[in-house]
């Protein structure tokens, strides 16, 4: 019972936010998880299956959620939806390199398209065997480029040209996604970023950083004294801004980058 009113309160709470339009319309999506998730535990319940443990684990959560802000509320009740519905819609069921890999490719796929409207205005050319032509080959490491070669008209373009320089093109988006933009994308889109999750996304990725602590780093220390060095010595600065040094380490450590081009991480 006592859990029971802790998530009442809960939901009463979004609905009354919800209803006052705060959180950007962030309180209302919250509400359809959470009437999702209730409605499966109900369902189970109803057919004998065994939901008490599930249903305990939500209700606590909701009422532990209650007092803290939105991002904590979408951290629980995306995490109860996953628990309960079999599914994998909040941030944390999402390994944090997908999430970053996914974030990127979007950024790759927005330099594409400018340069795609570019090369129609070269060529006066708009159709879509057209977009096929420019998409297989820039070799630019986005999904349209996989559709792009299921389509043989295409290769009419080729035949008969186009006045683009494909050289030049694949440059201009190399120039585009250096080191250093890449940086910059991640702080944008997940180090600076307000959007609904971004904070689960930032507290992955400290977590991830805790446990990578690379062997040589102040290997005397005790475990916890080494990881809070490494993240407030080579991670944060005094203003707890991420480093150049860190997000260097991190894409290399996941493959994005190779590490000579980089330089020296720890310079």
């Not at 990127?104 to 330099?111: K, S, T």
């Not at 295409?154 to 694949?170: A, D, K, P, Q, W």
């Amino acid at each position: 019972p006592k859990r029971s009113s802790g998530a009442a309160k809960f939901v009463k709470r979004l609905e009354e936010d919800a209803k006052a339009g705060k959180h950007g319309g962030r309180c209302s999506d919250l509400l359809r998880s959470v009437g999702r998730t209730l409605d499966v535990l109900e369902s189970s319940a109803a057919q004998g299956s065994n939901s008490q443990g599930h249903a305990e684990a939500v209700l606590a959560a909701y009422e532990e959620a209650e007092p803290h802000c939105i991002h904590r509320w979408e951290r629980e009740v995306q995490m109860c939806h996953d628990l309960v519905c079999d599914d994998k819609t909040g941030i944390d069921a999402e390994h944090l390199e997908d999430i970053i890999l996914r974030r990127l490719h979007v950024r790759r796929r927005r330099l594409a398209e400018e340069e795609l409207h570019r090369a129609k205005g070269v060529a006066g050319i708009s159709d879509m065997h057209f977009e096929s032509h420019f998409y297989s080959n820039i070799h630019f490491g986005v999904l349209e480029q996989r559709d792009a070669l299921l389509d043989p008209s295409r290769l009419n373009y080729e035949s008969i040209g186009t006045r683009l320089n494909f050289g030049e093109i694949r440059q201009r988006l190399k120039d585009r996604y250096g080191v250093r933009e890449i940086r910059s994308m991640l702080r944008q889109d997940i180090c600076e970023c307000k959007d609904s999750g971004s904070e689960a996304i930032r507290s992955k990725l400290v977590d991830w950083l805790k446990a990578s602590v690379p062997d040589g780093f102040k290997p005397w220390s005790d475990r916890v004294q080494r990881q809070e060095d490494w993240l407030f010595e080579q991670c944060f600065d005094e203003n707890y801004v991420m480093t150049d040094t860190a997000l260097n380490f991190l894409l290399c450590r996941m493959r994005i980058l190779q590490s000579d081009a980089v330089v020296d991480l720890f310079a």
